[in-house]
Structure formats: structure tokens, C-alpha cells
């Protein structure tokens, strides 16, 4: 199993996402996050389950993260934590952090985007005159903060970045249409980031949700994730602390 568990209990799971691997796959027997985590779930004794020989184990999707992207996520294993979580989400107290390795250094060591967004087939697009031109088109924002910069082998910085709202590729959108695409980022990046990408010094999109806050929905508790990027692409930053950290 690619997956990695990082907590488990009897209402929820908390796991490192592995770049390259889809949360859910639409082609039937492509290997998935969900697939493999429902596997698991079926190993034991009805934890899990909808009920005894009632089927395939309960498993709630809270969040999602895109394929080229590793790090935590939570899923709930019963309806009622399942709800309890997306309430969390919505309201803005599960609260996720991402790292990303721009390629270029912004103006301002903390800032905001803001842009519109629209998703064209397999690619999301920022437009300007949303009302008038593009009336499908939704806000994205996220806040950044610069944590580091090198120039190795070009100028990078590594940001902290916290997103508002959940749109499709938001961060890579964004950051590249501000001039500063993610490093590895072919889809997204200009041709000196795809060539960049290829080389064996670094491992796809340099993006990483490292960090996951929220309360436990049974207990109460407060639970907090902390996981170090497995991309090489981070290795050259010093800002990144050397091991994964839970608490809760």
C-alpha cells in the first residue's frame, strides 16, 4: 500500500497522500487512495463497515488533494464524523497549509491572490470580466508567506501558503499566473520549469499539504498533523523541519 496511515481510530483516519497517486480514480481498477484505504478497512474485524456481511467498508471523503500532490488528509469511517468534519471544512476550522517551491521570488515576503477562476476541460484558467465574459468563473484567494529563497539552480522561494477557498489547481493557477509557477509544475509552469522537472534532483509539482488542524469529532480533541515533504525538490530548504509531528 502507497498510503501511509498516520492515525486511525474507530471514526477517523489520517494519511499521507503519496505524489502521483489519485484520492479517487474514475477508471475502473486504477489504484486510489480510497481503494487502498477500503482495503485496509476490510482486513478488520466490521471496523469500518456499513454493517456485518452488509457490504464494502464505510469510507468519507473530507478533502482532496490533486494527483501530482502529496500530504495529509482525514477520512471518516462513519457517517457522523463524516459530517461532522465537512461542517469543520466549511467553516473554516479544519485548517490546512501548504508548502510550494516557487520559481522566482515575489515582491513581498507575505501577500494575497486573488483571481477569478474558470476550469476549461483538464485545466483550470484565471479571466479577467467575470461578469461580463465569463460568468462561470469563481473567486479564488490564498494567503503566502516567504519562508526561505536560494538559487539553486535558479531562483526559488519557499512559501507557506494557506488557501480560502477550494478551486480546481487553485495554488498552482495562481502562482503562475503571478509570474511565479511551481517548480516541476509542467501542466502550469514555463518550459524552464518543465526542464527543471525532468531532471533526477527533483520529483514532480513542489507541492505539499504539510500541515492539518481540527477538532476530533468524537473526542473533542484537538488534532494536529505535521508532515516533512518527500519531494527532493525541499531538500535544499533549511526552514523545513526535519520530522513528522502529531499531536492530539
Not at 502507497?2 to 486511525?8: P, S, V
Not at 484567494?141 to 488557501?163: F, G, R, T, W
Not at 509570474?179 to 514532480?204: E, I, M, Q, R
Given at each position: 500500500?502507497?498510503t501511509e496511515i498516520l492515525y486511525e481510530d474507530k471514526i477517523i483516519m489520517v494519511i499521507r497522500k503519496p505524489a502521483g497517486l489519485a484520492v479517487?480514480?474514475?477508471?475502473i481498477g486504477q489504484p486510489d487512495v480510497v481503494s487502498e484505504l477500503k482495503s485496509h478497512l476490510a482486513k478488520l474485524p466490521d471496523t469500518g463497515?456499513?454493517?456485518?456481511?452488509?457490504?464494502?467498508?464505510?469510507?468519507?471523503?473530507?478533502?482532496?488533494?490533486?494527483?501530482?500532490?502529496?500530504?495529509?488528509?482525514?477520512?471518516?469511517?462513519?457517517?457522523?464524523?463524516?459530517?461532522?468534519?465537512?461542517?469543520?471544512?466549511?467553516?473554516?476550522?479544519?485548517?490546512?497549509?501548504?508548502?510550494?517551491?516557487?520559481?522566482?521570488?515575489?515582491?513581498?515576503?507575505?501577500?494575497?491572490?486573488?483571481?477569478?477562476?474558470?476550469?476549461?476541460?483538464?485545466?483550470?484558467?484565471?479571466?479577467?470580466?467575470?461578469?461580463?465574459?465569463?460568468?462561470?468563473?469563481?473567486?479564488?484567494?490564498?494567503?503566502?508567506?516567504?519562508?526561505?529563497?536560494?538559487?539553486?539552480?535558479?531562483?526559488?522561494?519557499?512559501?507557506?501558503?494557506?488557501?480560502?477557498?477550494?478551486?480546481?489547481?487553485?495554488?498552482?493557477?495562481?502562482?503562475?499566473?503571478?509570474?511565479?509557477?511551481?517548480?516541476?509544475?509542467?501542466?502550469?509552469?514555463?518550459?524552464?520549469?518543465?526542464?527543471?522537472?525532468?531532471?533526477?534532483?527533483?520529483?514532480?509539482?513542489?507541492?505539499?499539504?504539510?500541515?492539518?488542524?481540527?477538532?476530533?469529532?468524537?473526542?473533542?480533541?484537538?488534532?494536529?498533523?505535521?508532515?516533512?515533504?518527500?519531494?527532493?525538490?525541499?531538500?535544499?530548504?533549511?526552514?523545513?523541519?526535519?520530522?513528522?509531528?502529531?499531536?492530539?
Amino acid at each position: 500500500m502507497r498510503t501511509e496511515i498516520l492515525y486511525e481510530d474507530k471514526i477517523i483516519m489520517v494519511i499521507r497522500k503519496p505524489a502521483g497517486l489519485a484520492v479517487q480514480s474514475a477508471g475502473i481498477g486504477q489504484p486510489d487512495v480510497v481503494s487502498e484505504l477500503k482495503s485496509h478497512l476490510a482486513k478488520l474485524p466490521d471496523t469500518g463497515r456499513l454493517g456485518p456481511g452488509k457490504g464494502e467498508p464505510y469510507l468519507g471523503i473530507v478533502h482532496r488533494l490533486d494527483q501530482p500532490v502529496e500530504g495529509v488528509l482525514v477520512f471518516a469511517k462513519e457517517k457522523k464524523a463524516a459530517a461532522a468534519l465537512t461542517k469543520q471544512l466549511s467553516d473554516g476550522t479544519l485548517n490546512k497549509h501548504y508548502y510550494a517551491v516557487l520559481c522566482g521570488y515575489p515582491a513581498v515576503a507575505e501577500g494575497e491572490l486573488v483571481d477569478y477562476l474558470r476550469k476549461e476541460g483538464s485545466v483550470a484558467v484565471a479571466v479577467t470580466g467575470r461578469e461580463k465574459n465569463f460568468p462561470d468563473a469563481k473567486i479564488a484567494k490564498l494567503h503566502y508567506s516567504i519562508l526561505e529563497k536560494i538559487n539553486q539552480p535558479m531562483p526559488l522561494a519557499l512559501a507557506d501558503v494557506c488557501i480560502e477557498t477550494g478551486r480546481f489547481h487553485q495554488i498552482r493557477v495562481q502562482f503562475a499566473h503571478a509570474g511565479w509557477p511551481l517548480l516541476g509544475d509542467t501542466k502550469y509552469g514555463n518550459t524552464t520549469v518543465a526542464g527543471t522537472a525532468g531532471s533526477p534532483a527533483y520529483g514532480g509539482v513542489a507541492l505539499c499539504a504539510y500541515s492539518l488542524d481540527f477538532t476530533h469529532p468524537g473526542s473533542g480533541k484537538k488534532m494536529s498533523f505535521r508532515v516533512k515533504p518527500q519531494n527532493p525538490a525541499f531538500e535544499k530548504f533549511t526552514k523545513i523541519p526535519s520530522e513528522d509531528i502529531f499531536e492530539g
